[in-house]
């Protein structure tokens, strides 16, 4: 099931119309989505860029995929909640959808397991004239810290997920010293398959967790979340207490 919406894309036409016709870029970015925010479309935007200036390919789609509610994080709303809350964040898009897979499975989903699914979807509905397929797992720097211990990301998930797509990993204002080792190790082990835009022009702090903290608190969130995710909010009474602790 897939639902389609969006944001406005920041590369420009000139660059769009140099780029290579034999493949196209595929995002994908999963995560707890509780709530979507700005930069959670942002973070795709700036890969768009990354994938279509470094690797010179057209991306023609990006994913959310939000994760089942056996994951268990704190602040995780239902998963009914979550897929309407990114149907509705990327609702204007000409290139984002919400994949509900991952969120609709009887039980937790490893992540090489969801971009395995839709990647082998895809495929199978490419047309024969349709360029060939690349695909882009986004996600934070922190992510990538967390893939050095093997409790949480096993030596065999890590190795599928990378023969299945490149990872593209995004920096994190709030990245704790305590994960800056853990980075570097996973980068220097995974050079051809990790890559970590430091430069990326656009780096924010805006994080579901400060989102649901400040609902908690009855402050505002305009302009950090996207009008109608806050609409939704307001109206189911989402995230009043916190779950959080």
């Known amino acids: 099931m897939w639902v389609s919406g969006g944001v406005l894309c920041m590369a420009s036409g000139t660059v769009r119309n140099t780029l290579q016709r034999q493949r196209a870029g595929i995002l994908i970015s999963a995560g707890s989505f509780s709530p979507p925010t700005l930069m959670h479309l942002v973070a795709l935007e700036q890969a768009r860029e990354y994938v279509e200036t470094t690797f010179h390919e057209q991306v023609w789609k990006g994913f959310l995929s939000p994760v089942h509610d056996a994951y ?17 964040a990327v609702q204007n898009s000409d290139w984002l959808y919400v994949d509900a897979w991952e969120a609709q499975q009887a039980a937790y989903t490893p992540t090489f397991r969801v971009v395995q699914r839709l ?8 047309r024969p004239d349709d360029p060939e397929l690349s695909f882009y797992f986004v996600c934070g720097a922190d992510l990538v810290a967390s893939m050095d211990s093997p409790k949480v990301w096993p030596a065999e998930h890590l190795q599928k997920l990378f023969a299945l797509c490149r990872v593209l990993a995004l920096p994190r204002p709030t990245l704790g010293s305590e994960e800056e080792a853990p980075l570097a190790r996973v980068l220097r082990r995974f050079p051809d398959s990790i890559f970590l835009w430091r430069e990326a022009p656009v780096q924010c702090s805006i994080s579901s967790t400060l989102i649901r903290k400040r609902i908690t608190q009855g402050r505002s969130v305009r302009y950090l979340i996207p009008r109608p995710v806050e609409e939704y909010i307001q109206e189911q009474g989402l995230y009043r207490d916190n779950d959080d602790e």
Not at 72 to 88: D, I, N
Not at 119 to 126: F, M, T
């Open 119 to 126: 990647r082998e979807r895809l495929e199978a509905e490419r």
């Open 72 to 88: 268990g994080k704190p602040g995780l709303v239902a998963a009914t909640h979550r897929l309407q809350m990114c149907s509705l």
